[in-house]
């Protein structure tokens, strides 16, 4: 595969270099070769969830221009995981962490390809650090790393205050042997990851320098935050995860089509493939008329595509429309139009001879505040039944109506619907 020698300033404008140990002698080695790169994942959860998916993707774009990647899963580091602000972590199973690794090697394989002269390799850390003595450890890597350094480290300054284990204090020389071990054993000259990992990157490349005399390179990817600048990671809550049992399809799509105005440049440059010229065009576009929210549109279906496939991305584009009075509802399956629900909020009736009435249907799901409230919404043309304006005040739901056998969708006015599943 050739190299694409605009990779380096496409990395830059898309905003995903936030810190650099060389760039100039990065952009040498991207010339003179494929290089040969690796990104970590640490299974501290049964799925990757966004900040994991941006590592995916900038891997995915070395790869594709010409470099050679090594996916690391992190089975030894998992079993400790990285210092983070709030506290010590739970400590898993091996037998847990082992299941994690493969949960998310599954995940990262689509992403890269394993064939052709730049083919990527998985590799677990477990594999060179099980066997590991700790006399061991300590004279060949631990004399490498002066006490000092590791104490002005940001995260373990802050927890100083409030203790920290020597076993999450250890964690930087962990993945600094990473590095090395992948240099010494696969010729990897580069490590890149989130820049809360800022810390543990130049760790390594420190690491290789005083083990072997020799010069690496890494750099970080940005935090990626919302515009009020609180984190979207896993341990803020609401998680953004790849798994489709912990976050469904759906849910991730409207996660995308709801960003804010201000991110959407940003996200479309971090997160899709899309030339600058179309993000440019699309970028233009969005800030004339906002309200048409084509940016949203355009990222949402770019990324659910990347992860979910775009059979799964054409069916939620279905729901969504068929939600908002846009389609044919009786054409989704129950799978998904109840994951669709489920982000609007479902109540459940139980089914018996005859189902509730209508008006009180909608005041059970919320859309309207009272039974007089929902009559006058009714009167008004304002109240639909799957889709289908309901006419008459007295009305109530048959099986006949049922979708899938068991879903109502209620809907007010335009924008506002919410689902009763029938038990």
Known sequence: MSLDPALLDDLQWRGLIAHSTDLAGLREAFAAGSVRFYVGFDPTAPSLHMGNLLQILTARRLQLAGHT????????????????????????????VKDWVERVRRQIEPFLSFEGPNAATMVNNYDWTASLSVIDFLRDIGKHFPVNRMLARETVKRRLETG??????????????????????????????????????????????????????????????????TKYGKTEGGAL????????????????LNVEDEKVGELLRLFTFLPRAEI????????????????????????????????????????????????????????????????????????????????????????AKSKGEARRTIAEGGAYLNNARIEDPEAVASKDDLIGGSWLVLRRGKKSFAGVEVR
């Open 69 to 96: 990647p090594y996916a690391l899963v992190g089975g030894a580091t998992g079993m400790i995981g990285d210092p983070k602000d709030s506290g010590e972590r739970t400590l898993n199973s091996l037998d847990t």
């Open 280 to 367: 440019e065009e699309l970028e233009a576009q969005h800030a004339e008329k906002p309200f048409l929210r084509v940016g949203q549109k355009t990222l949402a279906e770019q990324v659910t595509t990347l992860v979910h496939g775009a059979e799964e991305t054409e069916r939620i584009k279905q729901a969504s429309a068929a939600l908002f009075g846009g389609g044919d509802l009786t054409g989704l399956s129950p799978s998904t139009l109840g994951a669709a629900l489920g982000e609007a909020g479902v109540t459940t009736v139980d089914a018996g001879e005859a189902l509730p009435a209508l008006v009180d249907l909608l005041v059970a799901t919320g859309l």
């Open 241 to 256: 995860w790849l798994d489709p049992e912990m976050m469904s399809p759906y849910a991730f799509y409207q996660f995308w």
């Open 164 to 229: 920290i284990s020597y076993t999450e204090f250890s964690y930087v020389l962990l993945q600094s042997m990473d590095f090395l071990s992948l240099h010494r054993d696969h010729a990897v000259t580069l490590q890149f990851g989130g820049s809360d990992q800022w810390g543990n990157l130049t760790g390594g490349v420190e690491l290789i320098r005083r083990a072997d005399g020799a010069t690496v390179h890494a750099f970080a990817t940005p935090l990626v935050t919302r515009a009020d600048g």
